[in-house]
């Protein structure tokens, strides 16, 4: 209830020294008609009027209506209107933000025009910055995948390491969770030499040593909180190093490069299928309380551009390959894509973070560009394999 909301007649807004000491209301008697003290000047009676004090802080009238409700003269509530000043306006408040960065409204995406209130979409991020970044990255991948494997190999482990830095960093910060994370990098780096080497019995030889290592290491400190920090460290464990594995594994079949080729290909142009589609005919949420930009116009943009890319992809660029490969492939693509995608945000909601980490101008950190390649190698190693065999 608003100030305004409170009130007294407006005979009752003038006081005089018969004021101080307690309230003639409280003592149970009635006031005088007169608004301030009567003195006698030639023989007569006036009447003088007492100035008004002004409420410390604030509108002078306000202080007149605090003490004018006590009385049981007027009523509690009255029309906001004030007779001799006319319609008194609500207090205006700032608007509350969020308390957590990435709590945004479903429609964030939309604000108005400062100049006429019109709508307009916006991307949310620097579009050029996200696309000279994207570039390089791409440029840099293709190079060392095509020049030299073991190059992408160091490439892959680089990644890894990155994306498990920040997400125990964030962990840390943002819920005290203490994952050791020097078994955790030198155990990602081996799933995925291992997986390259020695193939998918070598990754699970490195994935459960790693995990030992997590537990091991974790005993050199206070057992406070050992249950959960150690829960924690198997999760990065699996979620960032032993997926990128399946990258490695699908590296090393003899067309090992352009197996990875159509598995980054798919990925980027299922992204880029959901976003455009999403952008232009978005109006149906796909899961609002985890991405409020994601939509169910845009999924099926996903699975309609990663199809036909895949077509194009197992045809031309995979021995053995078909296009009904592709279909199928494209499909599982866009829909991994867009699991992995809500995954990370319900993790940085639950965070209460926007972005991973800031290392990439325009995207955020190395794991919010991750957050659909990790869970869809799996997908596509598996249907390479189905498809066309191990290599």
Known sequence: MNDSSWGAPPSARRWGPADQGPSPSLRGEVPPPSAGPAREVGGAAQTRPMPTVPHAGGDPRDAADHRGAARPSGPLFRDDRDPERGPRQPAVHPPTHPERPDAMPADSAHRPDEAGGAKKKSAGRDLRAAIGVGVGLGAVVVASLFIYKPVFVGVIAVAVVVGLWELTSRLAERKDIRVPLVPLAVGGVA??????????????????????????????????????????????????????TFVALMLSADDGPRRVLVFLLLTVVSDTGAYA?????????????????????????????????????????????????GLLLGAAVAVSATLGDLGESMIKRDLGIKDMGKLLPGHGGIMDRLDSLLPTAPVVWLLMVIFVGGG
């Open 191 to 244: 799933m995925v030499v291992a997986g390259y080497v020695r193939g998918a019995e070598g990754a699970w030889v490195a994935v459960s040593l790693t995990a030992l290592a997590v537990l091991v290491w974790r005993m050199t400190e206070p057992p406070e909180n050992y249950l959960r920090d150690v829960t924690a460290g198997v999760f990065a464990a699996f979620y960032v190093p032993f997926l990128a």
């Open 277 to 325: 589609v999403g952008w232009r005919f978005g109006r149906h949420k796909l899961a609002p309380r985890i991405s409020p930009g994601k939509t169910r116009e845009g999924l099926l943009g996903a699975i309609l551009f990663a199809m036909v890319a895949g077509a194009l992809c197992m045809q031309y660029l995979i021995e053995g390959g078909a296009w009904w490969h």
